[in-house]
């Protein structure tokens, strides 16, 4: 069954301190994969995908297909970085339907 | 433009109320879904429709309903509402990439209902 999961419910780490918010996942398939970002008062949007292979506000993340991993890193945290982070998969074929890890809270302290 | 907008923000029930949320979005998505957040579980698909006139359950469904009553809309029911249904509730939308492109699979969200059932 496909599932997506974060281990850690909050990660928190100093200004200027390296950050990597972890995704595991398990899908037969081809993995289509995201990370959505909940900054506070605001509503959740999309961070980065994997397909794009971009930095998005300094963060990136690569697909790790033998670890089945696809972990969030940024190599200097920001105090504005403070949010909650879904890593997510598509569901299946063409439906467009995600399934979403726990979260992490990232708490980025000055 | 104003995406997807969901009403209302906050709502209060009693146990056996019944409510409906209401979503509708301006981009001519295809697609439209309802989750739940609750803490420690992230987001879970309840209901979602892949186009106008269809629609299919999540992976928690039970105690609710939804209409896709036209391509911008698409509500979902609380019968009758219990405690365990207290949340926060998400509506959101995407054209899938087979009617759009690599693009079409991003989901955009509405801001949000908080929902309390006592």
């Known amino acids: 069954a496909q599932r997506v999961t974060q281990p850690e419910k909050l990660l928190s780490v100093f200004k200027g301190a390296p950050v990597e918010l972890k995704c595991n996942y398990s899908?037969?398939?081809?993995?289509?994969l995201f990370w959505y970002v909940q900054y506070s008062r605001q509503r959740l949007q999309l961070l980065l995908r994997?397909?794009s292979r971009e930095s998005i506000k300094g963060f990136t993340a690569d697909l790790n297909k033998g670890e089945t991993s696809f972990h969030l890193k940024k190599p200097f945290a920001q105090e504005e970085d403070s949010a909650m982070y879904y890593c997510?998969?598509?569901?299946?074929?063409?439906?467009?339907?995600?399934?979403f890890g726990q979260g992490t809270t990232l708490q980025v302290k000055p | 433009n104003a995406g997807v907008t969901q009403t209302p923000k906050f709502q209060v029930l009693k146990t056996g109320q019944s409510m409906t949320l209401q979503c509708a979005q301006d981009?001519?998505?295809?697609?439209m879904y309802w989750y739940r957040q609750d803490p420690g579980m992230g987001l879970r698909l309840i209901y979602y429709?892949?186009?106008?006139?269809?629609?299919d359950k999540g992976e928690v469904p039970n105690g609710y309903n939804v209409s896709r009553l036209n391509k911008r809309e698409f509500s979902l029911r609380l019968e009758s509402a219990a405690p365990s249904q207290t949340s926060v509730y998400f509506c959101?939308?995407?054209?899938?990439?087979?009617?759009?492109?690599?693009?079409?699979?991003?989901?955009?969200f509405g801001a949000g209902t908080r929902l309390s059932v006592l």
């Open positions: 959101a939308s995407s054209a899938p990439e087979w009617t759009s492109g690599p693009q079409g699979d991003i989901q955009y």
């Open positions: 899908y037969s398939g081809s993995p289509e």
């Open positions: 994997h397909i």
């Open positions: 997510a998969l598509i569901w299946s074929g063409n439906t467009g339907k995600l399934i």
């Open positions: 981009m001519n998505h295809n697609s």
């Open positions: 429709s892949a186009s106008e006139g269809t629609t």
